[in-house]
């Protein structure tokens, strides 16, 4: 619930500033001075682009929370007991072997779960850019069975 909450702040954030970069875009270009309209060009681009990326950041997370709550709700989240750092955070020696493990279940397993499962494991071991990638992948294997 804490992170629903975060992440409705920082998406109110990150709306405001778009808002606000609009209309600085809008008063720069009215300006008509060539530099005015070369910062209004400047964020009239990138207001458009924080907006796409916020909206893209914010599908993602769903989509991931709703599967993560399928899996849960099945009992299918990984279950391993690990060591863990005095931060929390798994131990690397642990990690390892655990992550090969779930790779390679993924990897002969065409089902979501398998690849959402890698992702978990892969964001405790800290692989933060893999595990993101994972959990795309099991977003759209669920998507496409979905829809078959």
Known sequence: MISRVGVAVMGAALLLYVVVAAWLAVQFLLAGTPAGIGMGIALAVLAPLGGWALAR??????????????????????????ALTPSGRVVKDEASPLVAKYAEAAASDDDWRAHYRLGIVQDAAGERKEARASIREAIRRERAARSA
């Open 57 to 82: 950041e914010l599908v993602f997370g769903f989509q991931a929370d709703r599967l993560g709550r399928t899996l849960e709700a099945e009992g299918g989240m990984p279950a391993e007991e690990v």
